[in-house]
C-alpha cells in the first residue's frame, strides 16, 4: 500500500433474530482469523437494530456499530459474491453479511472474505481504502 492510504475494515454481520452476542463474537473471530485482519466496524441491516446481541457484541468487540440503511444494502447486492436464496426470501436481499460490510466500508470496497456462516450468524469482511 502506497501513498498514505488509509485502509478501514468492516466486517458484516447477518443474523437471526434473538441471536445472542456470543455466537456474533465467534463469527466475527471466525472470519479475523480467516483474513488475518482486525475490523473496526461491525456493520449491520438497520432492520435488525432491536437485536442487543448485535449491539452487546460490537460493545465487548470493542468495534463501532454502523446500521446500514436497506437502500444502501440494496445498492451493495451487485458487488456481493455469495447470494442466499433464503435471504433473499427473509429480507429482500440475498446477501445481507457481505452487502453490509461493502456498504459500511464506502464506495471504493473490496470484498476480503467472502461470507462465512456459523449455525445463527454471518459474517464477511470489506476493506476500503480512503
Do not use: N, Y
Request: overall charge neutral.
Amino acid at each position: 500500500m502506497g501513498g498514505g492510504e488509509a485502509v478501514s475494515v468492516v466486517a458484516g454481520i447477518g443474523c437471526r433474530a434473538g441471536t445472542p452476542s456470543e455466537a456474533i463474537i465467534a463469527v466475527v473471530r471466525d472470519a479475523c482469523a480467516r483474513a488475518g485482519r482486525d475490523p473496526a466496524t461491525l456493520a449491520a441491516p438497520a432492520f435488525k437494530a432491536a437485536e442487543a446481541g448485535l449491539v452487546q457484541a460490537a460493545q465487548r468487540l470493542g468495534m463501532t456499530l454502523h446500521w446500514v440503511s436497506g437502500a444502501d444494502l440494496a445498492a451493495a447486492q451487485p458487488s456481493c459474491v455469495t447470494l442466499s436464496a433464503a435471504a433473499g426470501r427473509a429480507t429482500g436481499v440475498a446477501s445481507v453479511a457481505e452487502g453490509c460490510a461493502l456498504a459500511a466500508a464506502g464506495p471504493h470496497a473490496t470484498l476480503l472474505l467472502p461470507r462465512i456462516a456459523h449455525a445463527a450468524a454471518t459474517c464477511a469482511l470489506a476493506e476500503s481504502r480512503a
